[in-house]
């Protein structure tokens, strides 16, 4: 059973830092891509940043050059680095499991990933 547990949410003040993770099981985590979203009340869910097996990175142009998305494949966890928060990246970030193995290309098209987390809360203030 896929399992997809994350942390490291929280209240910062603009221009901090936060670094979520989220712990994979019940699966090789090593063949699947695997993504960031995030929603904030009352706006559609968009993606963050994006990871393929071998590591290529995609991110949505709002976070390009202050958000990093990396994976651990020996501890089945997958991280994003926020730097430079704005209060415009408030909103619940959940991490996701692509559907299928095989693809090399990372992608923040929702459709792609079959299994969700619970969700970590990030909260900017200004």
């Known amino acids: 059973q896929v399992h997809l547990v994350e942390s490291g949410g929280g209240s910062v003040q603009a221009g901090g830092s936060l670094r979520l993770a989220c712990v994979a099981s019940?699966?090789?985590?090593?063949?699947?891509?695997m993504a960031w979203f995030r929603q904030a009340p009352g706006k559609e869910r968009e993606g963050v940043a994006a990871?393929?097996?071998?590591?290529?990175?995609d991110y949505a142009d709002s976070v390009k050059g202050r958000f990093t998305i990396s994976r651990d494949n020996a501890a089945n966890t997958l991280y994003l680095q926020m730097n430079a928060l704005k209060p415009e990246d408030t909103a619940m970030y959940y991490c996701a499991r692509a559907q299928n193995t095989g693809s090399p290309v990372p992608t923040l098209t929702a459709g792609a990933y079959q299994f969700w987390g619970q969700g970590t809360q990030v909260t900017v203030s200004s």
């Open positions: 019940g699966y090789p985590f090593t063949f699947y891509r």
């Open positions: 990871i393929s097996v071998a590591s290529s990175a």
